[in-house]
């Protein structure tokens, strides 16, 4: 069974910046397209970034140019610099295969103004 760990959340300031890390087990983690989902208090989870095995990213509009999904095959590790932190950046970070439905604990990014 897949289980995803992440970490590297925690209360920032506007304008700072975090590093959150997930880790992946009982995958072939090199084969999956990753994706890092944020959920907003009140709000539905979204995709914000996205890697592809060839190492090919996208990006949310709101996160486009802040943020930077990466990978580490060797690690079975996927990562997401957060920079420029904005308060409306504030939720729950999942990450997950994309496509999965099996979810992580999350972990909390709190952004205040």
């Known amino acids: 069974q897949v289980q995803l760990v992440e970490s590297g959340g925690g209360l920032v300031q506007a304008g700072g910046s975090l590093r959150l890390s997930c880790t992946v087990s009982?995958?072939?983690?090199?084969?999956?397209?990753m994706g890092w989902y944020r959920q907003a208090p009140g709000k539905q989870r979204e995709l914000v970034a996205r890697?592809?095995?060839?190492?090919?990213?996208n990006y949310a509009d709101s996160v486009k140019g802040r943020f930077t999904i990466s990978r580490d095959n060797a690690k079975n590790t996927v990562y997401l610099q957060m920079n420029s932190l904005k308060p409306e950046d504030t939720g729950v970070y999942y990450c997950?295969?994309?496509?999965?439905?099996?979810w992580g604990q999350g972990t909390q990014v709190t952004v205040s103004s």
């Open positions: 009982g995958s072939t983690f090199r084969l999956n397209a």
């Open positions: 890697i592809s095995r060839d190492d090919s990213t």
């Open positions: 997950n295969i994309i496509g999965s439905s099996n």
